[in-house]
Every structure is written in C-alpha cells, then in structure tokens.
C-alpha cells in the first residue's frame, strides 16, 4: 500500500513539473509578486488605442471596397476585401508611438494585428528591378510610403485585424499598413491603393516638415505616477512605467540626481518579441526632505542607450521622462 503511495507521489510530481516547463517554455510571464494593478492592459484594448487622424474617419464600404496595387509592377490588379482575407495572414504583436507623442506623454500602444505580408503580396505580381519602394494612398486623403529594402526586411503587414477583430473604422478599416520599428506616421489607415515607384518617398506629415524616415528611438515613458507627486520621508512609493524602441529592450534604468547615479528598474512584464514594449516598475523612498527628479532610460539589446534631451523633436521625441516627487 505505502509502496503503491510512493509511485503516485512520483507521477504527480512529475506531471506538475511537466506542466511547469510546458507553461515556461510558452509564455513569459510577470514574476509571482508583480503587481499589475495601475498598469494599462499589455495589449491595449480597441477602444483604448490611441487616434491621431488628418480629418474624420472615412466610410469605407466592405462590399465596394478595392485595394488598388498599381505601378512597377508586372500583373497591376484591384483586391476585394474577401480577396484580401484569403491570403496567407500571420499575426504581429506591435507597439506603436506617435511621431508627435512628448517624453511623458500617452500616444503610445500595443495590440497583436494579423494580416498579410506586402512585399510577398506585390512580389506574386512581378515587381519592377527599377522599384526602390511603394507609395499608399488613403481613403482620408493621407499619404505615406516606405522603401523597398524595408518592405523586404521588416515584415511590413497589410493589417486586417485588431486584437483578433476586424480592424474598427476608427484605427483604418478595412486595411491599415504596419511597419515594425516605425512611428505611427509611417503606418497608414484606410488604405485603398499600392504604387510600386522608383522615385524619392512621400509622406504626408514628411511634406509639412517632419522626418518620417528614422526608426522609433530606445524610449521610455512613465505611466503613473503623474508628473507630480508629494510623500512623507522614508514613505515608498510605487512607480510603474514602460519601454520600448525600434527592436527589443535590453533593460531600463533609474535616477533621482540627474544622472549621477543609477539604479535598475525590474522589468515585470513583456513577451519574447522585437518592437513590443516591456513594462516595469520600482518602489522609491527617501530619507531626507526636498524635491526629487525622477527619471529613465532604457537601453536595447544594442546597447542603444535613451538620451537625457533629445534636441530634433520633428523626428520624434526620447527625452527622459520626468516625475517630480516633493518630499516632506
């Protein structure tokens, strides 16, 4: 009996390591005592993303709509949206910040979008040898374009879900174009046309006096708390932030002397993904009374490190995040 109780221990003990390594090797989850509570949903709901648009959203029509793909291309043709839905469709988890977001500011996002691989959807056309890259045209009247090098490389998706949804008429339905690694001014919505060029790229917001062309820089922001906050001498404070860049986050850093002195920020959640954000958080506490500049950085697995002011605004902006805690 006591023999037979032994080998039951065994096989249970084994399952629940079993168990354990299938969940390790499939997920990276927060650490047991993370606490999330304060911290928006990795995957940013739908209705939570954030909007920037140049006029209304458009009222695209399922059963009318065309995807024009015209140019350099050997076959040029029209797309349905069943069409479009039939092809080979992937998912891509990505975050997105806009070219306009400030160092603490919201306009930053994450969602898991499946759709189609462009270059691989032009290429079963025959594209031109002279193609450098390819224009998108919106049903809003926006512009943007990418080179031709990045649709080879960067896994540029042709958008049609959000969150396991078709995409809402509010974030570009039916199709919206993601380029991995890029601000939100490089990923057109609404889109109704595909040129194949071989001339300079233009973009909408490029031609009234942004640079769209560089990569998201290695940023950081800070969630909560807000810009300012007062507490008591020796009392903790909990803050939580994100980080996220043009590839993967290596790890994020914090100071309270401008610098002087860094201490590391633990990274609670993130997914074993290039171009997603991780979050983090840290508890503070000071001895003595006064104001306090707290601030971050992030570095990637680059070693690209965040810069304390960035000084060209225009092409995006990575200044550190700014908390001032006054301490009484």
């Given at each position: ?69 015209t140019g350099l291309v050997d ?23 806009c070219i306009g977001n400030t ?226």
């Amino acid at each position: 009996m006591n023999g037979n109780r032994k080998i039951l221990a065994g096989i249970v003990a084994t399952i629940v390591v079993v168990v354990l390594v299938v969940v390790s090797m499939n997920q990276i989850p927060p650490p047991q005592n993370a606490n999330l509570t304060d911290f928006p949903d990795f995957y940013t709901k739908n209705e939570d993303y954030y909007i920037t648009r140049i006029d209304g959203v458009p009222n695209v029509n399922r059963d009318t709509y065309r995807l024009e793909i015209t140019g350099l291309v050997d076959n040029p043709r029209s797309f349905t949206l069943e069409e479009l839905q039939a092809l080979n469709l992937t998912d891509l988890p990505l975050t997105i910040e806009c070219i306009g977001n400030t160092k603490n500011g919201k306009l930053v996002s994450t969602a898991i979008w499946r759709g189609f691989n462009v270059y691989d959807l032009l290429d079963s056309l025959g594209i031109s040898g002279s193609a450098t890259g390819v224009k998108y045209t919106a049903a809003d009247g926006y512009y943007a374009s990418h080179t031709m090098n990045q649709l080879q490389n960067n896994g540029v998706l042709g958008a049609l879900y959000m969150n396991g949804v078709e995409l809402p008429p509010v974030q570009g339905f039916p199709l919206r174009i993601l380029n991995p690694g890029y601000y939100g001014i490089k990923q057109p919505a609404w889109v109704i046309g595909i040129e194949v060029i071989d001339t300079p790229l233009e973009d909408y917001w490029q031609d009234r006096g942004w640079d769209t062309s560089p990569p998201i820089d290695i940023d950081s922001k800070i969630f909560f708390p807000t810009s300012y906050v007062r507490i008591n001498v020796s009392e903790s404070l909990r803050i939580g932030g994100c980080a996220f860049g043009g590839t993967r986050v290596k790890l994020v850093e914090y100071t309270t002397d401008d610098g002087a002195t860094w201490h590391n920020a633990p990274i609670i959640q993130q997914i074993d993904a290039d171009n997603v954000w991780v979050f983090w958080e840290v508890y503070v506490s000071f001895s003595t009374a006064g104001s306090y500049s707290f601030q971050t950085r992030a570095t990637d697995i680059n070693d690209n490190q965040q810069i304390q002011v960035d000084p060209d605004p225009l092409d995006g902006t990575s200044s550190w995040p700014l908390l001032i805690i006054d301490v009484t």
